[in-house]
């Protein structure tokens, strides 16, 4: 694909030169001829440029903290917040216990002038009392929204006091929208509090079974998580908690007890996969449920990280079995898809997760990004140690742990994690351009303008985003699949998700509707004339 440097500043040409500037250094043509490309990521956002981005508010109870099925999450603010969050994420839960799932509920202070002025304390606190006396959860959260901080209402003294009156756990979650320049300061946020005030707090120190492991940053999207634990449970692993998919604040406590923690979503979790690591002596091993090879690998990598001639010789049976079942369809799928190009532009994850699918379908990803992500998401782990907090993003507290030293257990020896390490992807994610190829695009923080311009350029069959670009595209002509909600399709992880997506994404390609955008009478006249003779003009 021939995009160059030079096209790039002809696209960028357009705007001021102070963005132009800016904007310059969150692209990347991929050029492996010089290993160390620097990209520029998590910095704050160009005004009036039409981002995609969300807020602190809504990384931490829109994305970590909210899908945690037996809390009510009461969400401190002007309604609009809350009810914008209601129910748009698919985070589907289920309850063994009805009277413990409330993950379709809305819960808000619904703030009003008064409270602004007056502050909206007492308000919380009436409104604490009252869910729990009408719904008894197992713990409550606050999660405040833009105005709370400016205004200084203290939603942790208010969360203590409510602890004390009632004996049920209250976490205040100081996640101002404004915080940091986009969701991933909400996500730093969510860890912070939940490896402090929740994991760890259950007095059990052993896992109730063989090959205990905690899933980490998978929210179950379209039932992501349930898929992924069909296949695990199978093999034989015993699933502590997930974060935070279908979790619960009950299990979640017991998260400590785990043998090793898998990392799907980097950029939301890896604070708490850190720091299990720290206090416990956990290890933590990047996964990538997405697509049959991606499935296949992290069940490998994490048959290896056990050692355990059982499990592997279980594991390898599941995926001849799974892949048996679904590949000769997926074969089938493919050849529709095949030799076509997509875009895919996601938060901070599903950018690159999904690259791998779409390979198994035939197809390149031309352009990926992220709305979100560090720059070790894109770059690697290695670059953590050169990247600089710039002054927005230091108002996110750093949580620091320490050993605990009754806890703390080496599940694997040092040698053999050194051992291990030259692999699997043990403490280690590579990110997303390593898996790119020479010429294909990566853009940080994709804006409206950039979206429309690589469109034209790059003439995608396939643009993977969200809800907010997804009409702009398909009123182009072009296909777009949305890789946060999955067009309320799902789920698109494992054996079956993959299926899944792969009979999408050929849907989307095979639809006739794509036949229709012309009107016939702009490409075939419906009237026929003939030149009248001697006359020498059309009738
Ligand atoms: S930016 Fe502020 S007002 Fe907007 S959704 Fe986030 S918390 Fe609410």
Redesign the pocket.
Known sequence: MAFTEEKLQELLSILPDKVKKARKKHILVKDSSQPDQIIEANTRTIPGIITNR??A??GCKGVVVGPLKDMIHIVH?PV??SY?TWGTRRNKAKSEDPTQNFINYCVTTDMQEKDIVFGGEKKLAKLIDEVVEIFKPKAISINA??PVGLIGDDINAVAKSAEERHGVPVLAFSC???KGVSQSAGHHIANNILMDKVIGASDKEEAPGRYAINILGEYNIGGDAWEIERVLKDIGYTIVSTMTGDGSYEELRHAHTADLNLVQCHRSINYIAEMLEIKYGTPWVKVNFIGVEGMSQSLRDMATYFDDEELTRKTEEVIAREVARVQPMIDQYRKVCEGKTAFCFVGGSRGHHYQGMYRELGIETVLAGYEFAHRDDYEGRHVIPTIKTDADSKNIPELHVNRDEKRFRVKVSPEKLEELKKKIPLSEYKGMNFDMQDGYIIVDDLNHYETDEFIKLLKPDIFSSGIKDKYVVQKMGIPAKQLHSYDYSGPYAGFNGALNFARDIAMSFATPTWNFIVPPWQDQPLLEGKMAEGEGKAC
């Open positions: 969300g807020c508010y809504a603010g609009g917040c914008y929204t833009c101002e929208g404004y």
